[in-house]
């Protein structure tokens, strides 16, 4: 059973820096998909990136794009998301998933069906 694990969440002021951390274990996790996904207060789940299993493939949003960077290093089983100049509209509880089949095919429309626990960030003006 595949297992996700989300860390480096906390107070960040608008403008800093912030890495969030997604350790995976149960499955090889060189042949998976993964991505990240955020939710607001009182607002739906949102997906803003994600990475091929490979490292070479990504995918942002257009309310992270230029700002967030996704990574993985398969060998510690491990992907990350960099989060800079960050807004006070970024905080949200973070999430990251990855497909229970570990997907292979287009990284917006494969099947997050695993979940880690989620981190909170809060950005302060």
């Known amino acids: 059973q595949v297992q996700l694990v989300e860390s480096g969440g906390g107070l960040v002021q608008a403008g800093g820096s912030l890495r969030l951390s997604c350790t995976a274990s149960?499955?090889?996790?060189?042949?998976?998909?993964m991505g990240w996904f955020r939710q607001a207060p009182g607002k739906e789940r949102e997906f803003i990136t994600a990475?091929?299993?490979?490292?070479?493939?990504?995918y942002y949003s257009d309310s992270v794009e230029g700002r967030f960077t996704i990574s993985r290093d398969n060998a510690k089983n491990m992907v990350y998301l960099q989060m800079n100049s960050r807004k006070p509209e970024d905080t949200a509880a973070y999430y990251c998933?990855?497909?229970?089949?570990?997907?292979?095919?287009?990284?917006?429309?494969?099947?997050?069906?695993?979940w880690g626990q989620g981190t909170q960030v809060i950005v302060s003006s």
């Open positions: 149960g499955r090889t996790f060189s042949s998976a998909t």
């Open positions: 990475i091929s299993a490979d490292g070479f493939s990504t």
């Open positions: 998933a990855t497909p229970r089949t570990g997907g292979g095919g287009s990284l917006i429309t494969a099947r997050y069906d695993v």
